[in-house]
Each structure stands twice: as structure tokens, then as C-alpha cells.
């Protein structure tokens, strides 16, 4: 006997979530309840790309407002999270991730808690079903109300998914986590790269470490002299201020083609390809969990202004600006919109330099001072097109690049080899419950 799911036939019976499983809905604090220290407080906007994580804006309670009747709002690594309500956003599942263990956050409104019955469903594995990109669907188009779409406790307690024995759910969890961890072992090492990067880029290109240490007379600090001699022994005045002797300084639309996303809205569609935006692109990457898929029509009519290919730089231009990313997909299969694109293929040699001075403290402040408009505040293409860049000789900048090139090269291939991990993680499931693949029985 086989059962019908959102995931394709199964062999295991189905049943209502409500069956393993108990619900809590998150808890109204008020305005004056928030306060600038205290546990943070889990809102929907934390939930992102099937991980719900502590942000930099996050708003906090303090220990006066902590009463017994919020125990049950307390949350702990691990915790499965859905979104309640949100354009977009209902129906979003995430599992929690705290790097601090020692850190409470607590439980707002319109986020609820899947609290699975131990030895009925096994939490990871209650993940693994409902963070599917089919089981999300069918949660935001079960999501009611005329503006803004909401989710109540009873359907999403009443979604059914499949029911395996206990041990064959286990042996489930443990397949797919085990891809995951791969997953995170591979990001944690690309932010050990990035910032070695950063560190060498800052030293070289934005303090100018090795030319103040020859000024003074010294060999600089961990270089060696053939390196050391690539450096001029002098800072001179510029626009910019003091920067080293003989280095140019030039505008981007000098160096690289510079464009913008499309100015129109694509419909969206069932099928096609993302329209990427500012708010799905932070921390470096872009996180198409919320972003809408818009038709093989409108995707080409985009391409024809701004056409996205690998190793281009994305750089946000309205709402949270400044965030850029460098696109590692090969072929690239989103459209962009309000996202600033410089080509680079004009200049491949100019790739990370110039993504490590767009993510420099520098150039943020720059971009923050020169922003257009008054309700929302946004950056203009002539902005992007004028951003000055300081160029080395052309031997440090070889130089520089031999030095990226195998740490960016294994950046992009751990991104390539998580898009492979996720990939696996996301077709085993469907076939580990249809019988496709076998696991052993109890």
C-alpha cells in the first residue's frame, strides 16, 4: 500500500502532525517589554534559508519582564520554528542555531514551536519533512486572511506527513544530518578563508601596513623581501588622502561594465526561475528561501539589461544597502532587481580586490554618505558607476591575486560542493519514504 504526500507516494501511513507532536504559539511581549540587553526574542525575520539564528538587530527583554508564565516561551538549540503569518514568509521553517548554548532567546508572536512526543516523531526528522521546499508550499497556500496571509495553530497541526516507525525516522535523521553537518563544516571553513582574506586585504589595501613599515625602515611583518619590494616607501596626498606612491586611483564604470536590475515587477510564477532583490542578499550570500520564481520570458527580458554571470559582483542598492556578494553559480539561474551588478569579466584580475574594498569599512561609510531619497534611502547608478577605486602596480596586484586565487578557488568549490550536499539531502528524502531506497525495519 502506498500514500499520497506532498513529497510523492510513500509507503508509511500518513498522519496529522498533531499525532507526534504538541504546538506552541509564540507569546505577545509589548513595546515597552523590549529593552536593549536582556534574552533575545525570536521573531519571524529570524527565520531564513531553513535556519533560525541570532542577528545583529535583534530586540531583547530583560530579566524584570521574565515571569514563570513565559516558560513555556523559552527556546533551546535545535528547536524546529515556523513562521505564522507574512507575505512571503508564512509557512517558513527553520531549526535554531546557537553558537552561544548559554543564550535563552524566547518565542514572539506569530512564530510558533513544533514540541515533538518523544519515541512518536523524532524532531529532526519532523525538520527534515517540513522544511521541504513541497511542504513549505503547501503551508503558504494554506495560510488565510486577505492582506497579509496567516496560518493558524489547527492547520498546521492538522498538515500530514509520514509516520515510520521511530527507528526508521532516527535512521532518516541521521542520513540527512550527516549531509548537513558536511554543509556547516564546509561554510565555518569558508568564513575561516574569508576572513584570512579580508585580513590580508585590509593590511595591504586599506592600512597600507607594508608601506608605513618600510617608511620606518623595517622589513613588513610575515612578508618576505620579494613581496616587500612590490611596495613604494611613500604615502602621498590624494582625494582620498594619503595613499602609497604610484598607486591610481580610478572609478568603477572605468573598470568594469556597471548595471542595475531590472526596473519592472514579474508576475509571479509556478515555475521559472528567482527574481533575487536586495533582502535576499546578506552575510555574503544570497538566500533565495523567500524570494519568488518568475517565468522563462520575464527571466530572459531581465537578462537583456542585466544579464548575472559567475564571478560577477552583486552589490544591494535600497533597503539594507552595501551588502555584496561575489555569484559563484555556473550557469547562474536567477534574474536581479534592485541589486547593482558589476561585470568583471572586463577585468577578471580585479575580482577580489575590488570585492574585498566593497566589503571594507571604508567604502560602507562611503556608500551610506552618497544615499538618494527620503522614506527609503537607496543608491543610484551613477553612485556605482563614480565609486573610486585605489589601484596597486600591476606586479603587486599579481602578487596579490596569487595569493587569493587558492583560497577564493576553495571558497568556491566548498560553495559548489554545498549546492551538491543540498541537492542529495533534498531528493533522498522522497525516496527513503517511497521505499526507493531501503532502510532497515523494526
Known amino acids: 500500500m502506498s500514500f499520497k504526500t506532498p513529497l510523492g507516494k510513500t509507503i508509511f501511513e500518513t498522519k496529522p502532525i498533531s499525532a507526534g507532536c504538541e504546538f506552541v504559539s509564540g507569546y505577545a511581549f509589548k513595546s515597552k517589554d523590549f529593552a536593549e540587553f536582556g534574552f533575545p526574542v525570536i521573531k519571524i525575520k529570524n527565520i531564513q534559508n531553513k535556519q533560525v539564528t541570532l542577528n545583529g538587530d535583534n530586540q531583547f527583554i530583560p530579566n524584570s519582564v521574565i515571569t514563570e508564565k513565559l516558560n513555556k516561551f523559552k527556546l533551546t538549540h535545535g528547536d524546529i520554528l515556523i513562521a505564522m503569518t507574512g507575505q512571503g514568509s ?131 611583518d610575515g612578508m618576505d623581501a620579494a613581496t616587500a619590494s612590490l611596495f613604494p616607501e611613500k604615502l602621498v596626498e590624494s582625494e582620498l588622502g594619503l595613499i602609497p606612491e604610484g598607486w591610481e586611483i580610478q572609478n568603477t564604470g572605468d573598470l568594469f561594465d556597471v548595471k542595475d536590475g531590472t526596473h519592472d515587477s514579474p508576475k509571479k510564477a509556478e515555475e521559472g526561475h528567482y527574481l533575487v532583490t536586495s533582502k535576499h542578499i546578506t552575510g555574503g550570500k544570497i538566500d533565495t528561501s523567500s524570494a519568488y520564481l518568475i517565468s522563462d520570458a520575464d527571466f530572459e527580458k531581465v537578462n537583456q539589461r542585466s544579464k548575472v554571470d559567475t564571478f560577477d559582483i552583486l552589490l544591494t542598492m535600497i533597503g539594507t544597502v552595501g551588502e555584496v556578494v561575489v555569484v559563484y553559480d555556473n550557469p547562474v539561474e536567477f534574474a536581479i532587481k534592485n541589486v547593482g551588478l558589476f561585470k568583471t569579466s572586463q577585468r577578471p584580475e580585479l575580482v577580489w580586490l575590488f570585492y574585498w574594498h566593497l566589503q571594507s569599512f571604508k567604502m560602507k561609510n562611503y556608500l551610506e554618505v552618497r544615499m538618494a531619497g527620503t522614506t527609503q534611502q537607496y543608491l543610484t547608478l551613477k553612485t556605482l558607476r563614480t565609486i573610486p577605486v585605489i589601484l596597486p602596480s600591476e606586479d603587486l596586484l599579481k602578487r596579490f591575486n596569487e595569493m587569493m586565487s587558492p583560497l577564493m578557488e576553495k571558497i568556491s568549490d566548498n560553495h559548489k560542493q554545498n549546492h551538491t550536499l543540498a541537492s542529495l539531502r533534498d531528493t533522498l528524502l522522497p525516496k527513503l519514504l517511497s521505499g526507493e531506497i531501503e532502510l532497515g525495519k523494526d
Open 90 to 220: 508564512v509557512g517558513r521553517v527553520g531549526k535554531l542555531v546557537l553558537n552561544d548554548k548559554q543564550v535563552t532567546p524566547y518565542l514572539n508572536q506569530r512564530v510558533g514551536k513544533f514540541v515533538p512526543h518523544p519515541n512518536v516523531l523524532d524532531k529532526d526528522y519532523l525538520y527534515y519533512c517540513i522544511s521541504t521546499s513541497a511542504y513549505e508550499s503547501l503551508l503558504f497556500a494554506a495560510g488565510s486572511g486577505s492582506g497579509q496571509p496567516n496560518l493558524s495553530p489547527s492547520i498546521i497541526k492538522g498538515v500530514e506527513i509520514p509516520f515510520p516507525p521511530i527507528k526508521v525516522q532516527e535512521s532518516i535523521s541521521k542520513i540527512l544530518r550527516d549531509l548537513d553537518e558536511k554543509i556547516v563544516t564546509n561554510v565555518q571553513m569558508n568564513q575561516t578563508l574569508e576572513e584570512m582574506a579580508q585580513a590580508i586585504f585590509k593590511s595591504w589595501f586599506v592600512d597600507f601596513e607594508p608601506v608605513k613599515a618600510k617608511m620606518n625602515g623595517e622589513l613588513p
